[in-house]
């Protein structure tokens, strides 16, 4: 079946280590995003990838890096310089851009701190 | 800058019965979509509904419909014959045309709903 693997379910970081948190489809998608969520709000856009070697920053990016030297693959880095890291993290991917394509969405990671 | 708002934290509902939640939204833009995600306890977002905003005609998928009023900037989901399944976290959600970028997402924070017996 096709659909979006996020790994690890459960992640725990310890002060001022980075830590990497998974995210692969296989829909064959051109577009792939990630989302923070925290309790008692919408998700938020960290990052956004449309094709391979390329991605832009969305709307809360500080402390956060991305990579997407596969189409398959677009794992986030959240890094000591994110200082409040604990939130679910969502990856989702669309087919294409401009057309209004829905967003399908990976089954998260939950980020907490030691 | 688009935002979207769903006023209604918390809603609760009876078995069979017909629910509609409330989202509203603030854009300059005159052609986008619309959309309604569903997140239960296992915490998936999972697709409800989605709407263009070019097309009058209210999307409708099996028990959920929207009520989609463009000059209002209203996009409310009703759910009829309410089922327990139905018990979850639901999310509205914007988004706005880019020519030759990736389609991004402004989601509202969401409505509880609890299906009771």
């Known amino acids: 079946d096709g659909g979006i693997t996020q790994s690890p379910k459960y992640l725990f970081r310890k002060e001022g280590q980075n830590v990497t948190l998974s995210c692969e489809q296989n829909?064959?998608?051109?577009?792939m995003y990630w989302y923070r969520q925290d309790p008692g709000q919408g998700l938020r856009l960290i990052y956004y990838?449309?094709?391979?070697?390329?991605?832009q920053k969305g709307d809360i990016a500080e402390g956060y890096s991305v990579s997407r030297e596969k189409k398959e693959s677009f794992p986030l880095t959240v890094t000591s310089a994110q200082k409040n890291p604990t939130a679910f993290y969502l990856c989702a991917s669309s087919q294409g851009t401009g057309e209004g394509q829905p967003q399908h969405f990976g089954d998260g990671t939950r980020l907490s701190i030691l | 800058a688009q935002t979207v708002t769903q006023s209604q934290p918390e809603m609760s509902v009876q078995e069979a019965e017909t629910v509609t939640l409330s989202c509203t939204y603030d854009t300059s833009e005159s052609n986008y979509y619309l959309f309604w995600y569903k997140q239960p306890p296992s915490r998936q977002m999972i697709l409800v509904i989605r709407?263009?905003?070019?097309?009058?005609q209210n999307a409708t998928e099996n028990r959920f419909s929207v009520n989609f009023q463009k000059a209002a900037k209203s996009f409310s989901l009703k759910i009829s014959d309410s089922q327990l399944g139905d018990t979850a976290m639901y999310f509205c959600a914007f988004m706005k045309l880019h020519t030759g970028t990736a389609s991004k997402l402004t989601f509202g924070t969401g409505t509880r709903l609890q299906v009771t017996l």
């Open positions: 709407q263009e905003a070019y097309k009058q």
């Open positions: 990838s449309q094709i391979v070697n390329d991605f």
């Open positions: 829909l064959n998608h051109d577009a």
